[in-house]
């Protein structure tokens, strides 16, 4: 078991997802880095998140969620083979990867709002 701190029931959600299908979160959050990347209308914005809600052993299955009201705004699915990918190709995430370890908070938008030295 591991200490995670999370904020907000979609949040929680999604650890339990996570823990149901075998998925480790930190490499949960780099396939939303990736799926970001690809994405051409994400609905990126200070009051959505996207948050795995379901999966199986073929697809993983998110929607990007209003954070007021919880209520889901667009879905999309994702073979669970992009995350087994990032799960092999561990070396080339190495160094966001390691931005997350010993965190209890597990959010790829962690990554933005990190102090730099000043």
């Known amino acids: 078991m591991r200490a995670r ?3 907000g029931w979609t949040a929680l ?4 997802w996570c823990d149901e299908l075998g998925l480790n979160d930190i490499t949960l959050e780099l396939l939303k880095l990736d799926l970001l990347g690809d994405m051409e209308s994400a609905l990126l914005a200070d009051q959505t998140e ?3 809600v379901a999966g199986d052993a073929e697809t993983l299955r998110f929607d990007w969620v209003e ?3 919880e209520r889901p705004l667009e879905g999309v699915e994702v073979p669970r083979s992009a995350y087994d990918e990032l799960m092999v190709q561990a070396d080339d995430w190495a160094d966001l990867r390691a931005r997350f370890d ?3 908070l597990v959010d790829w938008r962690r990554l933005t709002f990190e102090a730099t030295p000043a």
């Open 67 to 69: 954070l007021a009201t």
């Open 102 to 104: 010993e965190a209890l």
């Open 50 to 52: 996207l948050r795995l």
């Open 13 to 16: 959600r999604e650890q339990l």
């Open 5 to 7: 701190l999370v904020l």
